[in-house]
């Protein structure tokens, strides 16, 4: 079993609908949970990032977490075309010297169409 | 952006040469990482650092080496390359245990 794991996709919505992406993860000693957009041939972008359980807003952007079901997810609202990438989600865990390893999904391709 | 530069962006190298890529942040960021991406395996940490001269390994640390001399600058160093170092290497900083902010990336080929 993966430690995160994602739907590889493609995810397909319309302009203007809500797209929602789920992640998995196997170890509950992860502390953080990140959500970054990376677009073809690009580096990944963090979208936001979220440590408690419930809901956390940005604009379009709310992460949701489910410690107990160890699930986190992304919805983005009024889907534009400009959202279609890959969406990458990662936990996190404190290392030994300080700073954080992140693990990465292998990311949900997201194609929002016209 | 935390004003991170990679350096080179493009290389090609054959098997057995050893190859240095480079990374500086602006930002003045205590952590720094070094990330390969590949194809269904994510981005997955080799080497990090927590200050200037402290480094330690990640998960898929075998035939790399890093060094930090400087608070903004890290190198990781494949000693002598094979073709499965073909990969996409991203260089990340953080200053505190959260968010990580990713430089432009090196696509790197071994032939």
């Known amino acids: 079993q993966k430690e995160v794991e994602q739907n590889s996709g493609p995810l397909s919505v319309p302009e203007g609908a809500i797209a929602s992406l789920n992640c998995t993860y196997s170890?509950?000693?992860?502390?953080?949970f990140f959500w970054y957009r990376q677009y073809s041939g690009k580096s990944p972008e963090l979208i936001m990032f979220?440590?408690?359980?419930g809901d956390k807003e940005d604009g379009r952007f709310t992460a949701q977490l489910n410690k107990a079901s160890q699930y986190v997810s992304l919805l983005i609202r009024d889907s534009q075309p400009s959202d279609s990438a890959t969406y990458l989600c990662?936990?996190?865990?404190?290392?030994?010297?300080?700073?954080?390893?992140?693990?990465f999904g292998t990311g949900t391709q997201l194609k929002v169409e016209l | 952006d935390a004003g991170i530069t990679q350096s080179p962006r493009h290389k090609v190298t054959e098997t057995g040469t050893p190859v240095t890529l480079r990374c500086h942040q602006t930002?003045?960021?205590?952590?720094m990482y070094w990330y390969r991406q590949d194809p269904g395996h994510g981005l997955r940490l080799i080497h990090y650092?927590?200050?200037?001269?402290?480094?330690d390994k990640g998960e898929v640390s075998d035939g790399y080496s890093v060094s930090r001399s400087k608070t903004e600058d890290f190198l990781l160093t494949l000693e002598s390359a094979t073709s499965s170092q073909t990969s996409v290497y991203f260089c990340?900083?953080?200053?505190?245990?959260?968010?990580?902010?990713f430089g432009p990336g090196t696509r790197l080929t071994v032939t």
């Open positions: 650092s927590y200050g200037v001269k402290d480094t």
């Open positions: 990662a936990v996190s865990h404190i290392l030994t010297g300080g700073g954080n390893k992140l693990t």
């Open positions: 930002e003045n960021h205590r952590y």
């Open positions: 170890d509950r000693g992860s502390q953080s």
């Open positions: 979220i440590y408690s359980n």
């Open positions: 990340a900083t953080a200053e505190g245990n959260y968010e990580q902010y």
